[in-house]
């Protein structure tokens, strides 16, 4: 059973700074990317950033420049650093890793449990 299990959330105030991880119980490797999704009360789940098996990386454009997906493979490890942290960045913070079933064409998405992030102003 594949688990991702997520840490580092917390309250932090405007400005602040705060790291998440995101743990696989299975390598890096065997997806095609891992990344980070956030829900906000009231709104659709929607993509932070995303890191590739090459390493490449994708962000939101609410979030360049402020945010950092980045891994360790030697750990099966995914870490996003978030700085400039603004109250509209408060959500609960999914880890998400990805692969394409070619057998069903279908993409297979696994879950984290949730880490809440909270800014406040």
């Known amino acids: 059973q594949m688990q991702l299990v997520e840490s580092g959330g917390g309250l932090v105030q405007t400005e602040g700074s705060l790291r998440l991880s995101c743990s696989t119980s299975?390598?890096?490797?065997?997806?095609?990317?891992m990344g980070w999704y956030r829900q906000a009360p009231g709104k659709q789940r929607e993509l932070v950033a995303e890191?590739?098996?090459?390493?490449?990386?994708t962000y939101a454009d609410s979030v360049k420049g402020r945010f950092t997906i980045s891994r360790d493979t030697a750990k099966d490890t995914v870490y996003l650093q978030m700085s400039s942290l603004k109250p509209e960045d408060t959500a609960v913070y999914y880890c998400n890793a990805n692969i394409y079933d070619k057998h069903y064409r279908q993409r297979r998405d696994y879950w984290g449990q949730g880490t809440q992030v909270t800014v406040s102003s």
């Open positions: 890191i590739s098996t090459g390493g490449a990386t």
């Open positions: 299975a390598s890096i490797f065997n997806f095609d990317a």
